[in-house]
């Protein structure tokens, strides 16, 4: 019985290990396609479900940034992720985004709270943009 206990336990955790790992994958790129102003990709990593909602709203937001500012960056980090079941997990993060105007860098620090939802087999983002 403790046998079996142990091999459940261990497999739960490498579910959630991979579950995390998908999911910080899917944060890193959400930074790369701001920082590269891609406005496809960065749409590509919001579940439908948002982008039929408020993410609509989100990727008009994000378009306006990209259009308004020479250069965009954005980094993160101080992650706490933490997976609620096999479909839904959340995240709470620093993210650091830089905008180039007018030969000025200007920077926004803020702590986010997003939500993810396990979409056709990969993790999307479904709230907190």
């Given at each position: ?9 261990l ?10 790992g ?7 790129a959400r ?5 590269q ?30 259009s ?9 980090r ?6 609620l ?23 926004i620090v ?7 939802e ?6 999307k ?5």
């Amino acid at each position: 019985m403790r046998l079996l206990l142990l091999v459940a336990a261990l497999i739960l955790s490498s579910c959630t290990d991979s579950n995390k790992g998908d999911i910080i994958e899917l944060l890193n790129a959400r930074d790369a396609s701001i920082s590269q102003r891609d406005i496809n990709q960065y749409s590509s990593l919001l579940s439908k479900h948002y982008l039929n909602g408020l993410g609509a709203e989100k990727i008009s937001e994000m378009s306006n940034i990209f259009s308004r500012f020479e250069k965009v960056e954005m980094t993160s980090r101080d992650r706490e992720l933490r997976i609620l079941d096999n479909q839904q997990a959340i995240c709470e993060q620093t993210y650091i985004l830089r905008v180039l105007a007018d030969g000025e860098w200007r920077e926004i620090v803020q702590r986010e709270q997003l939500t993810f939802e396990f979409e056709d087999n990969r993790w999307k983002i479904n709230g907190g943009l």
